[in-house]
């Protein structure tokens, strides 16, 4: 909704409508738009609606509403992964085909003991698909990438994860698998996003250089916190984002990402405040840190 725009820079937002957008969701979202709008690049959002029985009712309206009164313009028509399934399944039916991937029967209480690093129970015993949970077959490689805010990160994805799910065993997709085929699919160049994703984002690179697909620049940004430490977030029932407190809570958002506006932005519109945000953007200056705490910002 630009006037003039950058084919270069592909951006995007892909909330998962699992709840309401709170203010972690809005610096988040604010660190994508403005750093796509200030060099002029493209800005999409992304439904992240793989799970349903997780998908909060009405919340997918809201997200978009809360969107546009806190003055997100988008590109293009929002994307649902829920109307992605049948490109999710032909990669996942190539992948296990290939013996990239296979069916893996282990419970949740079988692998309680391996604290969330998969031990390979199940590679080579030849499941049948029906009833099980698709995994695919991990190398013992550290993979590493330089995060614009984060630095370098590694993770050896043997040693740290194990062979991760792409598909669940009720037959829900997973998000790596989904989000790594949609990204590439809308062209995406630049991944904004909370540092929560960032030990994500080498299994990501796995599944891109698998199956040849290019890869996006990152950059995490910090999780603002609770005073209890956990991170602000749709299971802790942070609030959601009210449209009277637009104008504060977007200058509170940008004092999150190190982005000091002037005092006289205080009485302004949210349309002004996404023209300063834009001309004003300097990445180099979010803070190089996993999370801010929400005390900080008041």
Not at 140 to 160: A, S
Not at 249 to 277: C, F, H, K, N, Y
Request: net charge negative; glycine share 8%.
């Amino acid at each position: 909704m630009t006037a003039s725009t950058s084919p270069s820079y592909i951006g995007r937002f892909a909330p998962t409508p699992s709840g309401y957008l709170h203010f972690g969701s809005l610096v988040a979202a604010l660190a994508s738009y403005l750093d796509a709008r200030a060099v002029g690049g493209r800005w999409l959002v992304r439904m992240e609606d793989l799970d349903p029985p997780r998908e909060e009712p009405g919340a997918q309206a809201a997200i978009l509403k809360a969107l546009e009164c806190y003055g997100f313009e988008w590109d293009g028509d929002m994307v649902r992964q829920s109307e992605r399934h049948t490109a999710y399944a032909e990669v996942l039916n190539r992948l296990f085909n290939q013996g990239l991937a296979y069916a893996c029967t282990c419970s949740r209480k079988q692998l309680e003991p391996y604290h969330g690093i998969y031990p390979g129970l199940c590679r080579n015993l030849g499941h049948a698909r029906e009833h099980a949970a698709i995994r695919l077959r991990v190398p013992e490689l550290e993979y590493r990438f330089t995060d614009q805010v984060q630095g370098e990160y590694r993770q050896h994805l043997g040693r740290d994860v194990g062979d991760f799910v792409i598909q669940r065993r009720d037959g829900l997709y997973a998000y790596q698998l989904a989000v790594v085929l949609d990204d590439a699919w809308q062209g995406i160049t630049d991944i904004v996003r909370g540092s929560d994703l960032l030990d994500s984002t080498p299994r990501q690179l796995y599944l891109q250089e698998l199956l040849g697909l290019p890869q996006p620049r990152y950059l995490h940004v910090p999780l603002i916190t609770q005073p209890d430490g956990h991170k602000l977030g749709k299971s802790y029932r942070s609030p959601p984002l009210s449209e009277d407190q637009a104008p504060p809570l977007l200058l509170r958002a940008l004092r999150a990402l190190g982005q000091t506006a002037p005092s006289e932005l205080a009485d302004a519109s949210v349309a002004e405040i996404m023209r300063w945000g834009t001309a004003h953007w300097d990445a180099s200056l979010i803070p190089r840190t996993l999370s801010v705490p929400e005390a900080q910002l008041s």
